[in-house]
């Protein structure tokens, strides 16, 4: 099995077969997002993937749950996409699940016919990044949506029956556009009534755009107790969710949250409120934050 480049897929995944059918982001603009940025976005070749797809067959056939990588694999057709889940379903006998990373045009493009396709083949969940439910923080982000087509995305993928695991950004407002962000990104959470909703929180890259901004301090990132505050904005925010489950379990986090929404919300914001009081002194240190 190969794979070009760093590994990369969602915390939830690190059991599942990682399986690369594309390189890189089709965007790949985003300011914040060092990711891709060795990678020119193309297709993998199909038959590099059918044999990687043979070769984790015959070494680990008990897989039940397969990611696909890379940044946003579903823009890819439905007719390559339906060829490589009919293949993992034939190499690996107790597949349940297969992931994908996926973008707000990668899901409004496809037909309402074209989803049930892919979640007849398995995939049966999507990790969309929001990063933000506010419009100017997008633009200045260069996320290439707007919240509104986020939401829509989201609300077909799951009236079609997929899952749908929802990312956003702590800081991604800069100090100057913090509290919109908060605001707006629970807002925005409250219409897709995500099935998860996670928040990562914003970690300065050299090489990214985002470095330049801060170096030449067009941007200020806010520190980690004004990360908390906007953590606490976004979850008090958030209303009219059916079942939601909530992570800050990724590397970048300073306070490590779990629970589900509406139910724990008031536990979640309690917690909190005591690391706000207690201080830094209970948060991740900065050398034990990663991507």
């Known amino acids: 099995m190969r794979y070009y480049g760093n590994v ?10 990682i399986l690369q ?4 982001c089709s965007h790949n603009e985003c300011i914040f997002c060092c990711t891709y940025l060795d990678k020119p976005f193309q297709a993998r070749p199909a038959a590099e993937v059918g044999e990687d797809i043979r070769m984790a067959g015959s070494h680990m056939p008990e897989t039940r749950r397969v990611f696909l990588a890379d940044g946003n694999a579903l823009v890819l057709s439905n007719r390559r996409l339906v060829s490589i889940l009919d293949a993992l379903d034939s190499a690996f006998p107790k597949l349940e699940r297969v ?8 899901i409004l493009r496809k037909t309402d016919e074209e989803l049930k396709e892919l979640l007849d083949g398995k995939l049966s969940i999507i990790y969309l990044g929001l990063e933000s439910g506010n419009d100017e923080v997008l633009r200045r982000a260069k996320k290439g949506a707007t919240a509104a087509e986020m939401i ?6 799951q009236e079609a029956g997929f899952a749908v695991s929802v990312i956003a950004v702590l800081g991604l407002g800069g100090v100057d556009l913090w509290h919109q962000h908060a605001v707006d990104t629970g807002q925005a959470v409250s219409a897709m009534d995500p099935t998860y909703f996670s928040l990562l929180s914003l970690m300065v890259v050299p090489g990214t ?7 030449a301090g067009e941007f200020v990132v806010p520190e980690p107790l004004e990360m908390l ?26 306070l490590a949250l779990a629970g589900t929404l509406p139910r724990d919300q008031e536990g979640l914001l309690l917690t909190i409120d005591r690391a706000l009081n207690e201080g830094e002194s209970v948060l991740r240190p900065e050398f034990l934050r990663a991507l």
Request: aromatic content about 8%; glycine content about 8%; proline content about 3%.
């Open 152 to 157: 829509e995305a989201v609300r077909k993928a």
């Open 8 to 17: 990369v897929r969602p915390p939830s995944e690190a059991g599942s077969y």
């Open 21 to 24: 059918v594309t390189y890189g």
């Open 209 to 215: 755009e985002l470095h330049r901004l801060v170096s």
């Open 229 to 254: 505050k906007e953590m606490r904005v976004i979850i008090d925010s958030i209303e009219g969710v059916s079942h939601c489950v909530f992570r800050t379990n990724h590397a970048s986090n300073y």
């Open 99 to 106: 992931g994908i990373y996926g973008n707000a045009q990668d």
